[in-house]
């Protein structure tokens, strides 16, 4: 059996790559933007133009949605069994 501390340290990896990804999935959306992608491409440089930003949110959305699911199951796999144990 996998220690408890295992999963601990692995939820905590899974919500801080959580929170990465939706930060690049913020700033990625604003790059594609009609609006502001003028704006992400001068301050990054010219490094995250409007295409570049398009698949790079496309891409971080479906990552993130895999990610919250891999760091909620665990929470609610406690509470599940917790409830069938009362």
């Known amino acids: 059996m996998v220690s408890k501390n295992f999963w601990t340290k692995t939820q905590h990896l899974l919500g801080w790559l959580t929170l990465i990804v939706l930060a690049v999935s913020i700033v990625s959306g604003f790059g594609w933007d009609i609006?502001?992608?003028?704006?992400?491409?001068?301050?990054?440089?010219?490094?995250?133009?409007?295409?570049?930003?398009?698949?790079?949110?496309?891409?971080?959305?479906?990552v993130l949605i895999v990610l919250l699911l891999l760091h909620i199951a665990p929470s609610v796999e406690k509470l599940f069994i917790k409830k069938k144990q009362d």
């Not at 003028?38 to 971080?60: E, F, I, P």
Request: glycine residues 8%; charged residues 10%; without cysteine.
């Open 35 to 62: 609006r502001t992608s003028n704006l992400v491409s001068n301050l990054t440089g010219g490094l995250l133009n409007r295409a570049l930003a398009s698949d790079l949110h496309t891409v971080s959305v479906a």
